[in-house]
DNA sequence: AGACACTAAGACGGCGTCTGTCTCAGTGTC
DNA sequence: GACACTGAGACAGACGCCGTCTTAGTGTCT
């Protein structure tokens, strides 16, 4: 109830207990107007293209959340391994443990598996770039980082939707000894 | 899966479903065709009258379960009164503990409240009494029975929607000390 | 085999709801 | 008083859903 809560993060904040409530699919404008208190017109002054451009707002600050919580649960890696098994291993359990997107997989099931693949991905690796690339790069050049942050996201997505009979991303060890052939080759201790 | 399931049965578990997934006001016939696997021409043919027909009918079906569950629960009773707290003790619990009627009063208030009161209640009187008067009538009339459960259905109901301060009906010593006065003038134990 | 009952699939018109844009009146701030 | 912003609501158009209907396909009887 902070007043510095902006307008805009009432509307989406409604839109996420609309989506919960509802689902995806069944969402209307109305709906979120009535949930924020914020008047129809208002939101589509907000957000000039409608609908639309309101979800992929919502997309794009929780995507954001997730990379600021990742980087704020992150600790001191002595290693580009060390720090990718961290990367994917929280990545993996907030995926596992995020409600929301498990009840859309079950109930919305194709819009879900969208959202995490051709449709949304390439903001993830966007978001994910922005927040990762600079930790990454105490290992490795920037050019690279960016490719390596890229590879590392679809394997966790993929490994999330398709889980692996031969690794689970979730589990350090289990992960350590995936990620380690990728890495090894330049694998460099910060000296 | 018991093959002996209705095909009316797995539409009415489907709608069920569709319900606690998108809520009472955003199914359509098509989600729960989907759902149940049985084509909407079949679902029209099951409930001639469409939407509000299938509606009613798991509103029914509810109902009853409900008071099969009642039925079962009930100990032996010695008096007019006892019965009456048991029957009072169950219904309020299982009112309470009833996640889809919680989850209902909370996101279509408007819709529950008329489920409970001027549209719903005259159904679950009709069926209170035809589980609880054989029930009831060991203690007195049939006439008197029937206007007993009636009032006795409306008690509950009201003390769940609005609880009062002066009473508990999910608890067995309160419920007993509201009733004993309704009882009092009746209260004939079967010799 | 043929008659029968039943179903899934889907086309159809009609209607209601949602969308996105617009106007207008009210409010608070310089 | 000028300005920016908001809520309320009208509006046309698009869309989705409803309820009915037809058709083709399946399984069960005699």
Redesign the pocket.
Known sequence: MAPTRT?EDRVLDALDQCIVRWGLGK????DVANES??????I??MF?????VMFEALRVRNTREFFEGMRAALLDSDSLLDLTVQIAVYATTELRNDDNLVTLLATEEATAIRELTVDGLPRIINVASAYLLPIVTAYVSHDFGVRFVDLVARLVISHFLAPSSLVDLGDPASAREFFAPLVAFIDLPVS
Request: aromatic fraction near 6%; glycine fraction near 12%; hydrophobic fraction near 30%.
């Open positions: 307008a969402v209307t404008i109305d208190h914020v008047s129809r017109a208002s589509y002054r000039p293209g409608g609908k639309d």
